[in-house]
Nanobody, 119 residues
Framework: QLQASGGGLVQAGGSLRLSCAAS????????VGWFRQAPGKEREAVSC????????YLADSVKGRYTISRDNAKNTIYLQMNNLKPEDTGLYYC??????????????WGQGTQVTVSS
C-alpha cells in the first residue's frame, strides 16, 4: 500500500513537499514516482526515479521547480515542489513499478493528495 500526504492549498510561488510511504512491501526494489491529474485532463507523469535513484525523470512543465527523492531506509519517496503555479493544481498520485521505469507500467497506485495553487 502507498500512502501519499503533504498536499494542500498554497499561493502561487509557494512550496509544498509531498511524501509517499509504502507499507507491506520494500519500496527500494521499485521504480517510483508521481503522477497528477488536473480537472478535465488526463493523468500525466510528473516525476519518476529508478530503484537505485540513479536516474530521474521530470516533466518539462516542472523542470527547475520540482525535485524527486527517495529514502529507502524509510520506505518513502518525496516530491519537493517549489515556485508553484496555478497550473500545478491537481490530484497527485504516487506510484511504483517493478520495471526499470515507472512510465512503462504502474504496479501500485497510492491514493491521491490534492494540491491547489491559488493565483
Amino acid at each position: 500500500q502507498l500512502q501519499a500526504s503533504g498536499g494542500g492549498l498554497v499561493q502561487a510561488g509557494g512550496s509544498l513537499r509531498l511524501s509517499c510511504a509504502a507499507s507491506g512491501f520494500r519500496l527500494g526494489a521499485y521504480a517510483v514516482g508521481w503522477f497528477r491529474q488536473a480537472p478535465g485532463k488526463e493523468r500525466e507523469a510528473v516525476s519518476c526515479i529508478t530503484s537505485s535513484g540513479g536516474s530521474t525523470y521530470l516533466a518539462d512543465s516542472v523542470k527547475g521547480r520540482y525535485t524527486i527523492s527517495r529514502d529507502n531506509a524509510k520506505n518513502t519517496i518525496y516530491l519537493q515542489m517549489n515556485n508553484l503555479k496555478p497550473e500545478d493544481t491537481g490530484l497527485y498520485y504516487c506510484a511504483a513499478t517493478l520495471l526499470a521505469h515507472l512510465r512503462a507500467r504502474v504496479d501500485n497506485w497510492g491514493q491521491g493528495t490534492q494540491v491547489t495553487v491559488s493565483s
